[in-house]
């Protein structure tokens, strides 16, 4: 019998004959227990670590700044754990799925397996193509995972990269891959209800932050009108951590930082109006205030040390 006619034969089912590809949440659970699986080596190894020197640091600078040969120690160690992270998946992937079971522990656990396009048990070099080929389907936001149960033979989009398929522990090679239908509509319907899902929460995302911002801003220039109360000072508004208030002979002063940028506002002793300064070209339109005049802003030296300057 000719390849032609032994592939042809393999994807004509019996009639009785089940399925035999893994289902989406057999593959979801096994997704998520070789993750866990997989990242036990390098935080075994590295989060012990990172508290020992963590602790260092904390005994070493109660009294000074940070060293900064500690900085890189810690530093180091955070990029040891992301090699070893990626050594330990690509090995434990790849070694495992195409060794014997030709499945990794969470597929084993959840009777799964990785087989090559005639049934049979891939090689090393196409388990690491198949994890490679991963990221793409992380890249577009995890869609070439989803779309696994409307592709045909329930394919997800790095297996069809590959070349493999996910079946049933039971499955034996020279038993049948039937054909499955692919659900395109449903493929692009799902795609674009992601998409808009994800541009949406961008959106929202912008939208918070940036009202937070305004509501930080506002509550900035509430502060410093309050000052002027009769008995108000800086004192009596600890309680706003993200704003640092002042006072001196000239008016009242307050700092924050959002965003985007850092901001001063100034409110002389003498007038009601608020003004603005910050390093950044433009930033105080955005608060609808009017730039301090140069002489404002050298007026203001805020005492103690240099680090606890507004700006």
């Given at each position: 019998?000719?390849?032609?006619?032994?592939?042809?034969?393999?994807?004509?089912?019996?009639?009785?004959?089940?399925v035999?590809?893994a289902?989406?949440?057999?593959?979801?659970?096994?997704?998520?227990?070789?993750?866990?699986?997989?990242?036990?080596?390098?935080?075994?190894?590295?989060?012990?670590?990172?508290?020992?020197?963590g602790?260092?640091?904390?005994?070493?600078?109660?009294?000074?700044?940070?060293?900064?040969?500690a900085?890189?120690?810690?530093?180091?160690?955070?990029?040891?754990?992301?090699v070893?992270?990626?050594?330990?998946?690509?090995?434990?992937?790849?070694?495992q799925?195409?060794?014997?079971?030709?499945a990794?522990?969470?597929?084993?656990?959840?009777?799964v397996?990785?087989?090559?396009?005639?049934?049979?048990?891939?090689?090393?070099?196409?388990?690491?193509?198949?994890?490679?080929?991963?990221?793409?389907?992380?890249?577009?936001?995890?869609?070439?995972?989803?779309?696994q149960?409307?592709?045909?033979?329930?394919?997800?989009?790095?297996?069809?990269?590959?070349?493999?398929?996910?079946?049933?522990?039971?499955?034996q090679?020279?038993?049948?891959?039937?054909?499955?239908?692919?659900?395109?509509?449903?493929?692009?319907?799902?795609a674009?209800?992601?998409?808009a899902?994800?541009?949406?929460?961008?959106?929202?995302?912008?939208?918070?932050?940036t009202?937070?911002?305004?509501?930080?801003?506002?509550?900035?220039?509430?502060?410093?009108?309050?000052?002027?109360?009769?008995g108000?000072?800086?004192?009596?508004?600890?309680?706003?951590?993200?704003?640092?208030?002042?006072?001196?002979?000239?008016?009242?002063?307050?700092?924050?930082?959002?965003?985007?940028?850092?901001?001063?506002?100034?409110?002389?002793?003498?007038?009601?109006?608020?003004?603005?300064?910050?390093?950044?070209?433009?930033?105080?339109?955005?608060?609808?205030?009017?730039?301090?005049?140069?002489?404002?802003?050298?007026?203001?030296?805020?005492?103690?040390?240099?680090?606890?300057?507004?700006?």
């Open positions: 019998m000719t390849p032609e006619n032994q592939q042809a034969v393999a994807t004509q089912p019996a009639a009785d004959s089940p035999p590809y289902g989406f949440w057999r593959r979801f659970w096994a997704f998520l227990l070789d993750g866990i699986f997989a990242s036990l080596p390098p935080a075994v190894i590295c989060l012990p670590l990172i508290l020992w020197q602790v260092k640091i904390t005994q070493a600078t109660q009294d000074r700044e940070v060293p900064l040969n900085v890189l120690w810690i530093a180091s160690l955070y990029l040891l754990w992301a070893l992270n990626f050594f330990c998946f690509w090995l434990y992937s790849a070694l799925e195409s060794g014997k079971h030709q990794t522990f969470g597929k084993r656990i959840l009777g397996k990785v087989v090559g396009a005639n049934g049979q048990r891939i090689g090393f070099g196409r388990a690491t193509g198949r994890y490679f080929a991963k990221i793409v389907s992380y890249m577009i936001f995890y869609i070439g995972y989803v779309i149960p409307f592709t045909h033979r329930k394919r997800a989009l790095h297996d069809i990269i590959a070349g493999t398929y996910v079946v049933k522990a039971s499955y090679p020279g038993e049948p891959l039937p054909d499955t239908p692919s659900r395109i509509g449903w493929m692009i319907t799902l674009v209800l992601m998409a899902a994800f541009i949406s929460l961008l959106v929202a995302g912008v939208y918070l932050q009202l937070q911002d305004a509501t930080l801003a506002r509550q900035a220039q509430a502060l410093l009108r309050t000052q002027k109360e009769p108000k000072g800086p004192a009596d508004f600890a309680a706003a951590a993200d704003i640092a208030l002042e006072e001196d002979e000239s008016g009242y002063y307050a700092a924050f930082s959002d965003s985007r940028t850092s901001y001063g506002l100034f409110l002389p002793k003498n007038s009601d109006e608020i003004c603005c300064f910050s390093f950044e070209e433009g930033a105080c339109g955005r608060l609808g205030l009017p730039d301090c005049e140069e002489e404002e802003e050298d007026e203001y030296e805020p005492e103690g040390n240099e680090e606890e300057s507004f700006l």
